[in-house]
């Protein structure tokens, strides 16, 4: 199943995901965590946690949260699709926006010929 989703992925997301994986285990070491408290701490196996170290897409994005939390790391998940910063999403947005339509004021009736 590996290759299936490593396929699939486009290479900067890949690269990403190694990256987080990488800095993942960087920020465990500099905490002198070991692997085995590591896993303990986040509810995992010492197996997912050495995916989620690879950067392993198959790992759920809730484990990489968990272990992000463990490490006291959690606070950039709140900005990583924030509304406020998506540049093209609120140009688009605005770019759609309705705009006010002004119904004109309604003409007085004519009066009928045979009034």
Same mark, same amino acid.
């Given at each position: 199943?590996?290759?299936? =989703?490593?396929?699939? #992925? +486009? #290479?900067?997301?890949?690269? #990403?995901?190694?990256?987080? &994986?990488? @800095? =993942?285990? /960087? $920020?465990?070491?500099?905490?002198? =965590?070991? $692997?085995?408290?590591? !896993?303990?701490? !986040?509810?995992?196996?010492?197996?997912?946690? *050495?995916? =989620?170290?690879?950067? @392993? +897409? &198959?790992?759920?994005? &809730?484990?990489?949260?968990?272990?992000?939390?463990?490490? &006291?790391?959690? /606070?950039?998940?709140?900005?990583?699709? @924030?509304?406020?910063? @998506?540049?093209?999403? #609120? /140009?688009?947005?605005?770019? *759609?926006? %309705?705009?006010?339509?002004? *119904? +004109? $004021? +309604?003409? %007085?009736?004519?009066?009928?010929?045979? /009034?």
């Amino acid at each position: 199943m590996q290759k299936r =989703i490593q396929g699939t #992925l +486009p #290479l900067p997301v890949r690269r #990403l995901l190694r990256k987080l &994986g990488s @800095d =993942i285990r /960087d $920020a465990r070491l500099r905490r002198r =965590i070991r $692997a085995t408290t590591m !896993a303990e701490r !986040a509810l995992i196996s010492r197996t997912t946690l *050495h995916k =989620i170290e690879r950067g @392993d +897409p &198959g790992v759920s994005m &809730g484990n990489y949260a968990t272990v992000l939390f463990v490490l &006291g790391m959690e /606070d950039g998940l709140a900005e990583l699709a @924030d509304r406020s910063r @998506d540049g093209l999403g #609120l /140009d688009l947005l605005e770019e *759609h926006l %309705p705009q006010r339509v002004r *119904h +004109p $004021a +309604p003409r %007085p009736r004519r009066a009928r010929r045979g /009034d």
